[in-house]
């Protein structure tokens, strides 16, 4: 069983910079693909950003352009640096082990407790 703890997340004003972290315990990480969910209030979860093992990324259409995720393998964490933030993407923000297909993108963990990111002025 992975335990994910993600970490970073805080009120920032619209424009501002942040980078979320998530540490994953076990012994597969370097093998797992990643990915950063978030879920604002009254939405469902949507995926946010995936790496897989190899590094290939892909993005949410709303957060092209602004967000990146990068992993560390030597670290078991994965990162979510998001720039030029928006009142909009103000939500709990959550990792997950991924698999990552041609068509969808799998969550295979359990959800952990997620870190927030309220972006207001």
């Known amino acids: 069983q992975v335990q994910l703890l993600e970490s970073g997340g805080g009120l920032v004003q619209p424009g501002d910079s942040v980078r979320l972290s998530c540490a994953a315990s076990?012994?597969?990480?370097?093998?797992?693909?990643m990915g950063w969910y978030r879920q604002a209030p009254g939405k469902q979860r949507e995926l946010v950003a995936a790496?897989?093992?190899?590094?290939?990324?892909n993005y949410a259409d709303s957060v092209k352009g602004r967000f990146a995720i990068s992993r560390d393998n030597a670290k078991n964490t994965v990162y979510l640096q998001m720039n030029s933030l928006k009142p909009e993407d103000t939500a709990v923000y959550y990792c997950?082990?991924?698999?990552?297909?041609?068509?969808?993108?799998?969550?295979?963990?359990?959800w952990g407790q997620g870190t927030q990111v309220t972006v207001s002025s």
């Open positions: 997950n082990v991924v698999k990552v297909l041609s068509f969808r993108t799998i969550p295979i963990s359990s």
């Open positions: 076990g012994s597969t990480f370097s093998i797992n693909d």
């Open positions: 790496i897989t093992s190899g590094g290939r990324t």
